[in-house]
């Protein structure tokens, strides 16, 4: 099995130190040094595009850009990289999504997939009119998903459902191909939606036995419904010529962080109604109850696999923390769970893209885990690949 390699878009800004927002942060609480203006994303897509990478996600939210419209605007930056767009079933219609999405296509065919993100923090959700609780969240996103797939068929679409209504709904132009869903959620109320619905179910970064269990429950979900599901990551990376420069990098991150601002994080995130954002303080809660959080080694919760950047993020708190070559180790083993798709990132996301392309992409290609196109100009000269273990 070959994997697909994904970025990320901090559309919310970016910094050298870890950058609040995602799931669970509070309104208008993300912020970087850097501003995230569309000259800096596309610097991050086209060489995102240079090291082969199928797709950028972008992220939707109350605390970020419109991804939408950010992923037009940096289509014509690039040539060949994908946009993973994230969006929020329900805050539009699915007729209007639908023709969104179609429209990007018919112009850039193949380079629109789809994130869909039902949403978790209620506040959130009040904040764009969303008034349904979260299990009442997941059934609209049934209803709403069925509507576009059958929209992007080709049929003319009347429904009548307990959510979502449309009569004599049609895309003028059904796109060709049709964008993959993606499709992440931890709970009860998650499982059958993706089941039905995904292309690729994602998860955050958890240790290998939690992944394992939760393919297990979704690829048994999907065959009673008689499809198949592919499986993707989303992870941050601190990758570096030695394993010792990583975890220092690491150190460095940590340092930057106080007692009240982990404490007001965690206050604001623990209010989360996300069961993935419940998963992802748990793995650091030990850590910050008997204040050892401080070295950065004490949040290695597996093998090079860090809980460092959720004292301050919500969503994807977890990091792959090592070498190169022990970063790459650490994709295989979730490559041979049946992962097959990792959307990554690092602070800051340009930089840090760079590290990851020149360093464990070689790796990934030499033991045939990667297959995409060679970078088309020639990485740098330090020796990436021969640093220790």
Same mark, same amino acid.
């Given at each position: 099995m070959?994997?697909?390699l +994904?970025?990320? #878009?901090?559309? *919310?800004?970016?910094?050298?130190?870890? !950058?609040?927002?995602?799931?669970?942060?509070? @309104?208008?609480?993300?912020h970087?040094?850097?501003?995230a203006?569309?000259? *800096?994303? %596309?610097? @991050?897509?086209?060489?995102?595009?240079?090291?082969?990478?199928?797709?950028?996600? &972008?992220p939707?939210?109350?605390?970020?850009?419109?991804?939408?419209?950010t992923a037009?605007?940096?289509?014509?930056?690039?040539?060949?990289?994908?946009? #993973?767009?994230?969006?929020?079933?329900?805050?539009?219609?699915?007729?209007?999504?639908?023709?969104?999405?179609?429209?990007?296509?018919?112009?850039?065919?193949?380079?629109?997939?789809? =994130? !869909?993100? !039902?949403?978790?923090?209620? +506040?959130?959700?009040?904040?764009?009119?969303? *008034?349904?609780d979260?299990?009442?969240?997941?059934?609209?996103?049934?209803?709403?998903?069925?509507?576009?797939?059958?929209?992007?068929?080709?049929?003319?679409?009347?429904?009548?459902g307990?959510?979502?209504?449309?009569?004599?709904?049609?895309?003028?132009?059904?796109? =060709?191909? @049709?964008?993959?869903?993606?499709?992440?959620?931890?709970?009860?109320?998650?499982?059958?939606?993706? %089941?039905?619905?995904?292309?690729?179910?994602l998860?955050?970064?958890?240790?290998?036995?939690?992944?394992?269990?939760?393919?297990?429950?979704?690829?048994?979900?999907?065959?009673?419904?008689?499809?198949?599901?592919r499986?993707?990551?989303?992870? +941050?990376? &601190?990758?570096?010529?030695?394993s010792?420069?990583?975890?220092?990098?690491?150190?460095?991150?940590?340092?930057?962080?106080?007692?009240?601002?982990?404490?007001?994080?965690?206050e604001?995130l623990?209010?989360s109604?996300?069961?993935?954002?419940?998963?992802?303080?748990?793995?650091?809660?030990?850590?910050?109850?008997?204040?050892?959080?401080?070295?950065?080694?004490?949040?290695?919760?597996?093998? =090079?696999?860090? %809980?460092?950047?959720?004292?301050?993020?919500?969503?994807?708190?977890?990091?792959?923390?090592?070498? +190169?070559?022990? !970063?790459?180790?650490?994709?295989?083993?979730?490559?041979?769970l049946? @992962?097959?798709?990792?959307?990554?990132?690092? *602070?800051?996301h340009?930089?840090?893209?760079?590290?990851?392309?020149?360093?464990?992409?070689?790796?990934?290609?030499?033991?045939?885990?990667?297959?995409?196109?060679?970078?088309?100009?020639?990485? %740098?000269? &330090?020796?990436?690949?021969?640093?220790?273990?």
């Amino acid at each position: 099995m070959t994997i697909q390699l +994904h970025w990320f #878009l901090p559309t *919310y800004g970016d910094s050298r130190l870890i !950058v609040g927002g995602g799931h669970g942060t509070p @309104i208008g609480a993300a912020h970087g040094d850097r501003d995230a203006s569309i000259d *800096y994303l %596309a610097s @991050i897509v086209r060489a995102a595009e240079s090291f082969g990478f199928t797709a950028a996600l &972008i992220p939707t939210g109350a605390w970020c850009e419109d991804s939408f419209i950010t992923a037009s605007l940096l289509a014509r930056e690039t040539t060949s990289l994908g946009f #993973l767009v994230a969006f929020r079933p329900g805050l539009v219609s699915p007729t209007l999504s639908a023709q969104m999405a179609a429209t990007f296509a018919r112009h850039q065919p193949g380079r629109i997939l789809l =994130n !869909v993100v !039902v949403g978790g923090e209620a +506040h959130e959700q009040r904040s764009f009119g969303d *008034y349904l609780d979260k299990d009442s969240r997941y059934r609209r996103a049934d209803e709403f998903l069925e509507v576009v797939r059958r929209l992007w068929a080709g049929e003319t679409v009347s429904y009548d459902g307990e959510y979502v209504k449309v009569e004599g709904a049609t895309v003028p132009t059904p796109p =060709n191909p @049709i964008p993959p869903l993606y499709f992440g959620g931890s709970s009860a109320a998650a499982g059958p939606v993706a %089941a039905r619905h995904a292309d690729v179910y994602l998860t955050w970064g958890e240790p290998l036995d939690a992944v394992r269990d939760k393919i297990a429950w979704i690829r048994g979900l999907a065959e009673q419904e008689g499809r198949q599901i592919r499986f993707g990551i989303r992870l +941050h990376t &601190i990758s570096r010529d030695t394993s010792e420069e990583a975890w220092a990098q690491a150190g460095k991150l940590l340092a930057a962080l106080d007692e009240e601002t982990v404490r007001k994080t965690q206050e604001g995130l623990h209010r989360s109604q996300s069961e993935g954002q419940k998963r992802m303080l748990a793995l650091h809660e030990e850590q910050r109850r008997n204040g050892t959080w401080h070295d950065a080694r004490s949040l290695e919760i597996a093998p =090079n696999l860090w %809980a460092g950047v959720g004292l301050v993020r919500g969503g994807a708190g977890t990091a792959l923390v090592g070498s +190169h070559l022990e !970063v790459a180790d650490r994709i295989a083993d979730y490559a041979e769970l049946g @992962i097959e798709e990792f959307i990554l990132s690092g *602070y800051p996301h340009l930089e840090e893209l760079y590290w990851f392309g020149e360093g464990v992409v070689p790796v990934l290609r030499e033991r045939g885990l990667y297959k995409d196109a060679a970078p088309a100009t020639a990485p %740098a000269s &330090i020796p990436f690949v021969s640093g220790s273990r």
